[in-house]
């Protein structure tokens, strides 16, 4: 298969993957804040392992070049979040039922998703079987976050068949982000390193901005550093078995 | 056994880069006020150096052994676990520090301390590899140890302590590298194998210190953007630092 249908391929998948997460509200109405705090700890150490595993296949490249995309990557997320002036948005916050917030949700949601496509395209531009790994590890990542959307549209009254829909629109843009970039990638290869960087700085930041503080509240510091310190070395074991 | 025995240039080498930690404190000469944004700034800087610190132990050990990493990382995880329900039980002081702050200091110091030994081993081995390039590494390990003596005044320093106890606990936490380099160096074939359970350790227990402590204080303490960039920016200079040695 050609390198470029097989990203489209695998980064589909790991888009769709994101209805997984609408399993757990099957049965029940609302879920626990202590697994909402849960998933976002176990998304953020996915995404941590994400960013090492394409710091390490950068680390013999041009460091200067993927330091000032990862620069760019960080910047670049802050900046979004300042002029949609969601710096400081809850993005769990269940029964809330203001239409502002519906839409801030969904637009941080997709920001996010798109980084997340940049991570894909540039592992598959790498290889194969490490875009195959980027692909699963965002895959894997977006089932805790779909959950979460879904919880939330879900307090807002929405049906769950649309809110899991909608927890796919969502994650579209990863998959064109991914063909984008690896496109770019592959077009001009001497971007390789600053692209890779750009993943990594805005899956760092995103981490650290819309994923942790959250989760402290809603789980406790301890049990959110296990899961995601846990999650990340699984991810570590994971790019190294994926070689 | 004489001066110029290579066991003995190992132990000197490895006592120069444990000094060199204390140059770490040295930013930190005119830091002195106790405002909760500077230990939430701090604790963001003193975050980005040690997560950037554990990208690198873990690409490092993870070339050595993954399965063998990640018990480490999970032995890491259970050791500062142990160590906080210890620290919880007991009253602890360090020099003017005390109570939540002086655990947090007593953390850093042990978690540092415990990746120097891990280091240490790393050093011996890499020196068992021949002698000539020895100079070279002892700078780069010498210089690669400031930023984790900036990591540590970072945390010690908004708390009131004096500048000569962050780089005395600085240095101190580095002693393990000498110590360990000597058998490492002379015993290679028996601490080879041991060196990705350590390189684990160190990394799980740095990353989980920043994760439990550092980050949920600095979140409480300081705007989340401000703390998110100081975060994602010293960990992105560290990953740099340590491309270039």
Not at chain 1, 220 to 233: E, L
Not at chain 2, 22 to 40: D, H, K, Q, W, Y
Not at chain 2, 130 to 139: F, K, R, Y
């Amino acid at each position: 298969m050609a390198p470029t249908l097989t990203l489209l391929l695998y980064s589909s998948l790991a888009a769709g993957a994101t209805i997984l997460g609408a399993l757990p509200l099957v049965r029940r109405e609302r879920i626990p804040t202590r697994w909402i705090g849960g998933a976002n700890a176990l998304a953020a150490g996915l995404m941590l392992g994400a960013a090492y595993a394409l710091s390490k296949a950068g680390r013999h490249g041009q460091p200067a070049e993927l330091a000032f995309g990862a620069v760019l990557g960080v910047l670049f997320i802050f900046w979004t979040h300042r002029v949609s002036d969601t710096e400081n948005l809850d993005l769990n916050r269940l029964s809330e039922s203001d239409p502002v917030y519906g839409y801030q949700v969904l637009l941080v949601n997709a920001l996010h998703a798109a980084s997340e496509g940049v991570a894909i395209g540039v592992a598959m531009a790498v290889s194969t079987p490490f875009g195959l790994f980027m692909a699963v590890s965002i895959g894997v990542h977006n089932i805790p976050e779909g959950t979460i959307l879904c919880a939330v549209l879900r307090s807002r009254g929405m049906r769950l068949g649309e809110a899991a829909g909608l927890a796919v629109a969502a994650n579209v843009g990863q998959v064109l982000l991914a063909l984008v970039t690896h496109g770019l990638v592959v077009a001009a290869p001497a971007m390789l390193p600053a692209a890779g960087g750009f993943a990594i700085g805005s899956l760092i930041y995103l981490v650290l901005v819309e994923l942790l503080p959250e989760s402290y509240r809603q789980a406790g510091a301890t049990t959110i550093a296990v899961v995601t310190t846990v999650a990340m070395g699984a991810l570590v074991l994971l790019s190294e078995v994926a070689k | 056994m004489s001066w110029s025995h290579p066991a003995v240039l190992v132990f000197v080498y490895g006592a120069i880069t444990a000094v060199a930690t204390g140059l770490g404190a040295l930013p930190f000469l005119f830091v002195r006020s106790l405002s909760a944004r500077t230990i939430a700034y701090a604790n963001a800087v003193a975050a980005g150096l040690m997560l950037g610190a554990s990208f690198g132990l873990a690409a490092e050990g993870s070339d050595y052994g993954g399965w063998q990493t990640f018990v480490g990382v999970l032995l890491g995880v259970a050791f500062i676990l142990a160590t906080r329900r210890f620290l919880d039980r007991h009253e602890v002081e360090v020099g003017d520090v005390r109570g939540a702050d002086a655990r947090r200091v007593l953390l850093i110091v042990a978690v540092m301390t415990v990746h120097s030994f891990a280091e240490g081993v790393a050093i011996g081995s890499s020196f068992a590899g021949g002698m000539t390039l020895a100079a070279l590494i002892t700078v780069a390990i010498a210089v690669h140890n400031i930023p984790e003596g900036v990591a540590i005044s970072a945390v010690m320093r908004p708390r009131g302590a004096s500048l000569l106890s962050c780089a005395g606990w600085s240095i101190f936490s580095s002693l393990p590298q000498p110590l360990m380099a000597v058998p490492a160096y002379l015993f290679v074939d028996a601490f080879r194998p041991a060196l990705p359970y350590g390189i684990g350790f160190a990394a799980g227990a740095m990353v989980f210190m920043v994760l439990a402590e550092l980050l949920p204080e600095a979140f409480g303490k300081g705007p989340r953007p401000i703390v998110g960039l100081l975060v994602s920016l010293s960990l992105i200079a560290m990953l740099l630092f340590q491309a270039f040695l």
